[in-house]
């Protein structure tokens, strides 16, 4: 059961808290909370997964304005990530293999070209630029089928 944004309530104003049971194969709470929460005796929150990860802004509580607070029970192993991360060693990658060389060729000075070769409509490369060339050389040596002589 994955929660995003999500609140699971069983509480009340005036009376007691409720009974929420979660049994699932993973419970993920990202920003959500699950909640027992009353105005006389907190609910009873019980939780039994053996994958259950929870957010920084996420939380589980069973409390009480005035009486006994609830009961909360999370049966799932612990997980201790922060020991277990291993930062990923990626040989070869480099600023260069993602950023582009400069598309004018500097010719000196305030002067600069720009030169693609290649087939009308397909890039040079996957990712490339799409050539284009101007409508003159486009149309040279063929005429629209409208404007032909008779």
Known sequence: ?????????AGSHQQNGGIIDVSAP????NQSSINGNAYHTGGTIDISTPNFVESTRSSVTATS???????????????TLSGNLVALSLPGLSAEAYLPAQ???????????FIVLGHDGLPLEPG??????????????????????K
């Not at 993973?26 to 709470?29: C, D, K, P, R, T």
């Not at 304005?65 to 997980?79: A, M, R, W």
């Not at 101007?134 to 005429?143: A, Y």
């Open 1 to 9: 059961m994955s929660l995003y944004q999500s609140q699971i309530l």
């Open 26 to 29: 993973f419970l993920a709470l």
């Open 65 to 79: 304005q005035t009486g006994n607070p609830g009961k909360v029970e999370i049966s799932s192993p612990q997980l």
């Open 103 to 113: 598309c004018g060729k500097s010719l000196g000075g305030d002067v600069s070209s």
């Open 128 to 149: 490339g630029w799409v050539t284009s060339f101007p409508e003159e050389q486009k149309d040279k040596g063929r005429q629209h089928p409208d404007s032909q002589e």
